[in-house]
């Protein structure tokens, strides 16, 4: 296990780039969790594709408390970022694929995907509601909006 206080996206690559997945516990402390390890609850990915400028599908849905992996596969020519408002706010999570997560003080910030890359973000919703993201580079007005339901 590794624990930073202050962690820098550049200690993030290198545990990318050394193929282990990155998780954040409430923002300040790191562990490594090697990429090919399976959730333990059948899931499906939720994949999103980019393209054209846009988020597609523009609404997606979740569940709270289901293990959820959310893929971000950027088919533009041009950089991308996936950056959620309150979602992942205090979620454990695992960042896998070629994008450039960044973190701060509150855990995740942002993962940037390159031109034809790809970025998988894996965690368990903790609450219900309406969570708006959007793509951050410059002239970019990119919006979509993720739903966490409540188990019936």
Same mark, same amino acid.
């Given at each position: 296990?590794?624990?930073?206080?202050?962690?820098?996206?550049?200690?993030?690559?290198?545990? *990318?780039?050394?193929?282990?997945?990155?998780?954040?516990?409430?923002?300040?402390?790191?562990?490594?969790?090697?990429?090919?390890?399976? /959730?333990?609850?059948?899931?499906?990915?939720?994949?999103?594709?980019?393209?054209?400028?846009?988020?597609?599908?523009? *609404?997606?849905?979740?569940?709270?408390?289901?293990? /959820?992996?959310?893929?971000?596969?950027?088919?533009?020519?041009?950089?991308?970022?996936?950056?959620?408002?309150?979602?992942?706010?205090?979620?454990?999570?695992?960042?896998?694929?070629?994008?450039?997560?960044?973190?701060?003080?509150?855990?995740?910030?942002?993962?940037?995907?390159?031109?034809?890359?790809? /970025?998988?973000?894996?965690?368990?919703? *903790?609450?219900?509601?309406?969570?708006?993201?959007?793509?951050?580079?410059?002239?970019?007005?990119?919006? /979509?909006?993720?739903?966490?339901?409540?188990?019936?």
């Amino acid at each position: 296990m590794f624990s930073f206080h202050r962690p820098t996206a550049r200690a993030h690559m290198v545990f *990318l780039a050394a193929g282990w997945s990155v998780a954040v516990l409430a923002g300040a402390v790191l562990t490594r969790t090697p990429l090919n390890v399976s /959730a333990s609850v059948d899931q499906t990915p939720v994949v999103i594709t980019i393209k054209a400028r846009q988020f597609h599908p523009p *609404l997606v849905t979740l569940r709270v408390g289901q293990p /959820a992996t959310l893929v971000f596969e950027n088919l533009d020519t041009e950089l991308h970022s996936f950056v959620p408002k309150d979602l992942l706010r205090g979620v454990n999570l695992n960042v896998g694929g070629n994008g450039a997560p960044e973190f701060g003080e509150e855990g995740f910030k942002r993962v940037i995907i390159p031109p034809e890359g790809r /970025a998988e973000i894996r965690f368990t919703p *903790l609450r219900p509601g309406e969570f708006g993201y959007i793509c951050d580079m410059p002239g970019h007005q990119m919006r /979509a909006q993720i739903v966490v339901e409540q188990e019936p």
